[in-house]
């Protein structure tokens, strides 16, 4: 085929064009290894080159990690050379991650201090041009991001050399916001250690209500919500947020009393709320529990049991040698308890009802570990344990072994789709479900409430103790409605059934809509509640009560198609799974097995209960 002049000329130029192009397109890939290989460098600081390549290999794209790996060594000493430039690259790059995942949840990026970024000219990663510096409160921060409401969050990079000045920048918005939570403080950690570090309960000083994340956990997220852009990203450390439990040993220490006090209208309270402090059960979660000794430490280091036991040479009977050795009035295991509410320093027990988090970025941020607990028990007639408890006194010291149990990933929910979470307690048993409440308001879950009582008189606070509660009219102070409206719950989220007629006239039933009474059982509302709902699709229950009332509940539940999960209360010996006296009946895959309550559980799918055996 022979071509035309013409033909030829235009065949020339097309080749020159495609040769502009591949230098072009070489350039650009040139801009990205260096971007994400300095990113790395920022990370991994005293790491060797060869090392860093392999870690950057994870954060480019696919094309490009054989070019990558055939790099010359010295060239990439000589592309992280400049730390600060490597620590620029990196704030790039976690700014681009957090800009996506506020942006599902109606957060703009609304200033930005443009020096705390490098200029990589690299597509998709050039979103900060053209920002204002942040100004008046949020000055000092790297950038801001805002919604509709005029909720702010102010984002700071955590920097060893500027430590001082994100502390100063910490407590002033801490100082001037009060307990409106209009504007926040986040903490952007390039690694595990360092996050861990300023959660810690001496370290809430330094960073007063502050929030933080992780670097990993922002690439991990944001790959999640946006896989064609950042699918082909891999964390480039082994280490996650459920990691760092696993790793952390079950201890056994002494707690402190802080308060021990009845609840009760009236008469003889048949129920308590134990208040102590206990650092070392920080990385307790929802879900686990404890083992308590319900003797003070210096009584139980007092008793004889000890002792060794004698041999019955006279006749006496093994009755009055139990008296002797005052063995028949102490008991000798520790109880299990789950946490009813946990406390963290700088966070009052009403903040969950402000905060207004972005729900897709709640799921991996922080905040300082709790340092105070508590758990609400009921006196067991004739009981060792519950009447060796009520009389611990402020500022006694017991024994706990924790935290004990499964750790539930409740942050992980949101990805299974659920929306709503319907907390159904029968008695005490919803005393554990206010922790998970806690829990899941933080990560921005709706929640409904039913609560199953006899009398709602039993309930009551008495006056002394109603401002414990924050509670104004102390004749209206009511442990479980109070503590469900702290955490955010409104009127109508609170239903309550119960078995017998309110006869105390000093009782005001306008603390919920009439509507929200129910004279009878928790799990005859509950169904009479789902009747009139027209969708069920993305709700959970977490239920906790007696048998009658999970196994009720587990048909009706089943009937309308919507998940549920229970926690079991069992008797057990150890809590580590060693004595084998909680064990359930379980089936999973059609295999009928036993679980143990205090290893496998106590939180159990209920289509994995046998609940004909249990």
Not at 355 to 363: E, G, K, V
């Amino acid at each position: 085929m022979i071509l035309s002049k013409q033909d030829n000329m235009l065949l020339q130029k097309a080749s020159k064009k495609a040769k502009v192009n591949d230098y072009r397109e070489s350039e650009k890939d040139s801009d990205e290894l260096r971007f994400f290989v300095r990113v790395v460098a920022h990370l991994r600081q005293k790491k060797l080159p060869e090392m860093i390549v392999e870690l950057a290999v994870n954060l480019v794209k696919p094309h490009l990690r054989v070019p990558l790996r055939k790099i010359n060594k010295s060239l990439i000493s000589s592309w992280i050379s400049d730390k600060e430039l490597n620590r620029r690259s990196y704030n790039r790059l976690a700014f681009v991650f957090i800009k996506r995942i506020l942006s599902q949840d109606g957060f703009r990026i609304v200033s930005a201090d443009t020096n705390q970024f490098d200029n990589a000219n690299i597509t998709g990663y050039d979103e900060i041009n053209g920002l204002k510096i942040p100004q008046g409160l949020a000055k000092g921060a790297a950038f801001v991001a805002q919604n509709d409401k005029g909720k702010r969050i102010l984002f700071c990079f955590h920097n060893e050399s500027n430590l001082d000045a994100l502390k100063y920048l910490s407590k002033r918005v801490f100082d001037d916001d009060k307990d409106k939570f209009c504007t926040i403080c986040y903490l952007i950690s390039p690694t595990h250690d360092q996050i861990m570090q300023c959660r810690e309960d001496k370290q809430a000083d330094n960073w007063p209500r502050g929030f933080f994340i992780e670097f990993n956990e922002l690439l991990k997220k944001a790959g999640e919500i946006d896989n064609n852009r950042f699918g082909h990203l891999s964390t480039i450390s082994p280490r996650t947020d459920s990691d760092f439990r696993s790793r952390k040993k079950i201890e056994h220490f002494n707690a402190k009393v802080l308060e021990n006090f009845p609840v009760g209208s009236k008469g003889d309270p048949k129920h308590f709320m134990l208040r102590f402090e206990a650092p070392q059960l920080e990385y307790v979660v929802p879900g686990q529990f404890v083992m308590i000794d319900t003797l003070p430490y210096v009584k139980r280091r007092k008793t004889d049991i000890g002792q060794p036991f004698r041999t019955l040479d006279t006749p006496e009977s093994y009755s009055s040698i139990a008296r002797k050795m005052n063995l028949t009035s102490k008991s000798f295991l520790k109880r299990p308890f789950s946490i009813h509410r946990a406390y963290y320093r700088h966070f009052k027990l009403g903040y969950l009802k402000n905060i207004y988090l972005s729900r897709t970025l709640a799921a991996i941020t922080h905040t300082v570990f709790p340092h105070k607990f508590e758990i609400f028990y009921k006196l067991i007639e004739n009981g060792t344990g519950t009447n060796e408890l009520k009389q611990m006194k402020e500022g006694d010291t017991f024994q706990i072994l924790g935290p004990l149990g499964r750790r539930p990933n409740l942050a992980k929910w949101q990805t299974d789709g659920i929306e709503e979470i319907h907390l159904i307690g029968g008695g005490v048993g919803m005393a554990p479900l206010m922790f998970f409440g806690q829990a899941l308001r933080y990560y921005s879950f709706r929640i409904k409430a039913f609560i199953g009582i006899d009398r709602i008189e039993s309930l009551l606070f008495k006056a002394p103790l109603a401002a414990t509660f924050g509670e104004d009219d102390p004749r209206k102070a009511c442990v479980y409605i109070d503590n469900l409206k702290s955490i955010g719950l409104s009127d109508n989220d609170i239903h309550i059934s119960f078995e017998k007629i309110i006869s105390d006239s000093s009782i005001d039933i306008g603390l919920l809509p009439e509507q929200n009474f129910f004279p009878g059982f928790v799990s005859e509302q509950y169904k009479a509640f789902l009747e009139k709902l027209n969708e069920t699709s993305g709700i959970l229950v977490l239920a906790c009560g007696p048998k009658p009332m999970l196994e009720a509940l587990e048909k009706i539940t089943s009937e309308a198609h919507i998940r549920m999960k229970v926690l079991l209360e069992k008797r057990m010996g150890c809590g580590i799974g060693v004595c084998m006296s909680c064990v359930c009946p379980t089936k999973k895959n059609n295999v009928e097995q036993y679980s143990c309550v205090c290893t496998e559980g106590p939180l159990f799918d209920a289509e994995d209960i046998d609940w004909e055996k249990l």
